[in-house]
């Protein structure tokens, strides 16, 4: 059974920065696409960038794109998300997993998320 361990969440201010990082307990981690999702409150969970096995490709929602970076360390089966010029929209509860095609969490198991909380 995967687990997946998010961190790095807190209260920053618009414009400010974070770095968000997961941990999976997957010895097939460096075969996974992997990447980020969020869940406003009161809105549906969705994708918000992803990273291929290799780390050299990455794709990203376009509300976020030119802002946030995605990255991997295989060595340590552990995917990052550097967040810079936060807005307040970027308020959320982040998670990550594997991700399939549909650009949706291929896992059936989420994390416990980490929570983000943009202020003005």
């Known amino acids: 059974q995967v687990q997946l361990v998010e961190s790095g969440g807190g209260l920053v201010q618009a414009g400010g920065s974070l770095r968000l990082s997961c941990a999976a307990s997957?010895?097939?981690?460096?075969?996974?696409?992997m990447g980020w999702f969020r869940q406003a409150p009161g809105k549906e969970r969705e994708f918000v960038a992803g990273?291929?096995?290799?780390?050299?490709?990455?794709n990203y929602a376009d509300s976020v794109k030119g802002r946030f970076t995605i990255s991997r360390d295989n060595a340590k089966n552990t995917v990052y998300l550097q967040m810079n010029s936060l807005k307040l929209e970027d308020t959320a509860v982040y998670y990550c997993?594997?991700?399939?095609?549909?650009?949706?969490?291929?896992?059936?198991?989420w994390g416990q998320g980490t929570l983000v909380t943009v202020s003005s």
């Open positions: 997957l010895r097939t981690f460096s075969s996974h696409t």
């Open positions: 990273i291929n096995r290799s780390g050299s490709s990455t």
């Open positions: 997993n594997a991700v399939n095609v549909r650009n949706q969490g291929a896992f059936n198991t």
